[in-house]
């Protein structure tokens, strides 16, 4: 067993507490994080005067050709160290002496793993952020692509009026960007340093935590060493937005399996991001969208998990904290899978606009536009709606459409009913004369278009 501690111990640990208690299998994922900060930590150190310089210079060679031999393969974190800072100033002391002995100079295994998990936890917000701004920008360019390409609205997944394309997936463009900007609120509230806290009351040390934040990239240290040592609520943070995420892409996973459905057939999916069936020849299934959609509740297991372990712990640090990285983890390598996955799947759909445009003309999507030509013909709109459902009923029973009755059978139900009736509630009318800033019209979509480009050219 390799640990930094047992001089006030007189035997050894058992072995199953040993294997219980160690987090080397899991945090191992974070070397990179961990000897970066060590790194930051150490010329920190002979800055303030605590080391010499020929002691930095000698740890910070050490260092690098440890997280250089681990990254080439050379050399392997083993499981016989409790954790990766056991490993990492264990072997440093094996390859340079007692010039490793003063890495730990300052800090406590702590404040070290409040800063990997801080650090890792950063790295892996900015990973997904990019990621998410690719699929903002493929929603981008499927509105510019598909302004006029008409297609039912549902709502209670019944037809409910016509819109494009274009509009439905600025929907999801909309629910994206605020999932963007919830990732930007969560790195400003965590950008700041606890490295220097110790194990929670400081240290007597003259450490210059300014530099140390400064050498990392943190806005500044942060300002109460009990809190800096027990605060999780950025991975809390970042769990929840990226559980939101992952309700946007399970939502938008769902209309994709329902339009690649048979019934519907809206879109085709690329075989790339499709799969067969072991006995059906004829099938092909949308596996990329179920498999985002199921593991939605993956990303939300880790988030209730999380809120779960910090609910009753005192101040400061407790070891049920250990319990903030398998999951979360797995949560992060999850999204980011599924991102990338979703991301591609969405570029490379094929859409069906010529399905699309009679499924719009099908299930009276226009029966709102009828009662709004009978407004403007002097009929109260109750009373329209009422002269409509009438109409509606009447095509229900013939298993006709709107827009296939004859003027005749028109003015038998409503005699102000004239021949301008076909051009009002045409499906290209229908969506060209909402144009409301937010609607599905030409014009108002364009409009959102050009507010997004200003969007976009902003993250540059």
């Given at each position: ?71 080439n ?71 510019k ?13 019944q ?77 809390i ?16 996973c ?68 250990q ?13 980011k ?70 003027l ?6 409503c005699p ?45």
């Amino acid at each position: 067993m390799a640990q930094l501690w047992g001089g006030r111990f007189t035997k050894e640990t058992d072995q199953l507490v040993y294997n219980f208690n160690a987090s080397i299998t899991f945090d191992r994922k974070f070397y990179r994080q961990d000897m970066e900060g060590s790194m930051a930590h150490v010329k920190m150190l002979a800055a303030a005067g605590i080391l010499t310089e020929e002691e930095r210079d000698l740890i910070l060679e050490g260092i690098t050709g440890i997280l250089r031999d681990v990254e080439n393969g050379t050399l392997e974190i083993s499981d016989k160290y409790e954790d990766i800072h056991s490993f990492v100033e264990a072997t440093l002391i094996d390859r340079i002496g007692d010039a490793g002995k003063k890495l730990h100079t300052g800090r406590s295994r702590n404040d070290q793993v409040a800063l990997d998990m801080k650090l890792y936890t950063r790295d892996e917000l900015m990973e997904i952020k990019g990621q998410l701004e690719s699929l903002i920008r493929t929603c981008h360019q499927l509105m510019k692509d598909h302004i006029h390409t008409a297609m039912p609205g549902f709502t209670h997944l019944q037809k409910a009026q016509p819109l494009t394309l274009a509009h439905h997936i600025g929907a999801y463009m909309e629910m994206f960007k605020r999932d963007h900007g919830r990732l930007k609120d969560v790195y400003e509230r965590m950008n700041y340093c606890p490295l220097g806290s110790g194990a929670l009351a400081g240290t007597t040390y003259p450490l210059d935590r300014e530099m140390t934040s400064s050498l990392l990239g943190f806005y500044g240290p942060t300002l109460n060493s009990m809190d800096s040592v027990s605060d999780r609520d950025y991975v809390i943070e970042l769990l929840s937005a990226l559980s939101i995420i992952m309700m946007h892409l399970s939502r938008f996973c769902e209309e994709i399996i329902i339009w690649n459905s048979n019934e519907y057939g809206f879109i085709e999916i690329d075989d790339a991001y499709s799969t067969g069936s072991s006995i059906m020849p004829q099938k092909k299934n949308p596996d990329i969208a179920e498999l985002v959609r199921g593991k939605t509740g993956r990303v939300y297991g880790a988030l209730n998990s999380m809120l779960t372990t910090m609910k009753g712990l005192p101040l400061a640090y407790n070891k049920d904290m250990q319990e903030d990285k398998e999951l979360t983890f797995d949560a992060y390598d999850t999204v980011k899978g599924c991102l990338a996955l979703f991301n591609g799947m969405l570029s490379t759909i094929s859409f069906k606009k010529d399905v699309m445009e009679q499924s719009a003309k099908k299930g009276f999507t226009n029966a709102t536009d009828v009662a709004d030509y009978l407004v403007n013909h002097g009929i109260p709109f109750r009373d329209a709606h009422s002269i409509v459902g009438r109409l509606v009923l009447y095509c229900i029973e013939r298993q006709v459409s709107l827009d296939d009755l004859s003027l005749e059978e028109y003015r038998s139900i409503c005699p102000v009913i004239d021949e301008d009736i076909y051009e009002a509630i045409s499906i290209k009318t229908c969506i060209e004369k909402r144009n409301t800033i937010g609607a599905p019209g030409p014009d108002a979509i364009r409009k959102v278009i050009g507010i997004n480009e200003e969007w976009l050219a902003d993250l540059k």
